[in-house]
């Protein structure tokens, strides 16, 4: 069974600071991996989706990494602004076209 | 495309009551997913369809909950009797295949006193 972990579960930054946010899943045999974004309240926004033979894939200030074999993928955030504090979820699809969540990280920007 | 459309977006209910949630999905793609998030357990996917067929259901609690896709632009939820146990938010999602991304829509918050 897909386990997914994401760390750090919080963060508190200034803006303007470039970001990291990780990933980890135990079963590397994915079709792909999605990240979201939940803002509180509200439904979840795709962000990006990045194929399992894809290393990277980015969309603007965002740039996802994949690395299957180890069960790891980073979100990065550049030049952070106050509109990007949202809760931020990774979700690797298995196969049966089935997603497994983590638990997420929230992250806060101050101006 | 105004995107997933879940109703009614919240849903105050008093246990033992029936509760149907509702989705109309994207025309276009083949895949349902309903999901329910709480803060203990994040998001759990209960059951997806593919082509209004039940694929895999073994998120589903209990007996209690149902779903149903009778066409393309139409499924259902339902909880019968409700529990308070069942208050989250529950979420409708879409997608093709596996390569596919899946897109939510906005919940239905539902509350069981």
């Known amino acids: 069974k897909q386990e997914v972990t994401q760390i750090p579960a919080a963060l508190s930054v200034p803006e303007g600071e470039n970001l990291v946010l990780n990933c980890s899943f135990t079963?590397?045999?994915?079709?792909?991996l999605q990240w979201f974004r939940q803002d509180p309240g509200k439904g979840l926004t795709s962000l990006l989706l990045?194929?399992?033979?894809?290393r990277e894939q980015t969309s603007g200030r965002l740039n996802a990494s994949l690395d299957k074999s180890s069960g790891r993928s980073t979100l990065y955030i550049a030049a952070s602004q106050p509109g990007d504090s949202a809760t931020y979820l990774c979700a690797p699809r298995n196969a049966g076209n089935m997603l497994t969540f983590g638990g997420g990280t929230r992250l806060m920007v101050k101006p | 495309d105004a995107g997933v459309i879940q109703s009614p977006r919240h849903e105050v209910t008093e246990m033992g009551q029936e509760v149907t949630l509702r989705c109309k999905p994207i025309s276009g793609h083949n895949s349902l997913f309903w999901y329910r998030q709480t803060m203990m357990r994040g998001l759990e996917l209960l059951i997806y369809?593919?082509?209004?067929?039940?694929?895999?259901d073994s998120g589903m609690p209990e007996d209690r909950f149902s779903a149903k896709m009778p066409n393309a632009s139409f499924s259902t939820l339902k909880i019968q009797p409700s529990e308070p146990r069942d208050s989250a938010v529950y979420f409708c999602a879409q997608g093709g295949n596996s390569y596919n991304e899946q897109f939510f829509g906005p919940g239905t918050r539902l509350t069981v006193l």
């Open positions: 990045i194929q399992s033979s894809q």
């Open positions: 079963d590397s045999a994915i079709y792909n």
């Open positions: 369809f593919n082509n209004n067929v039940p694929i895999d």
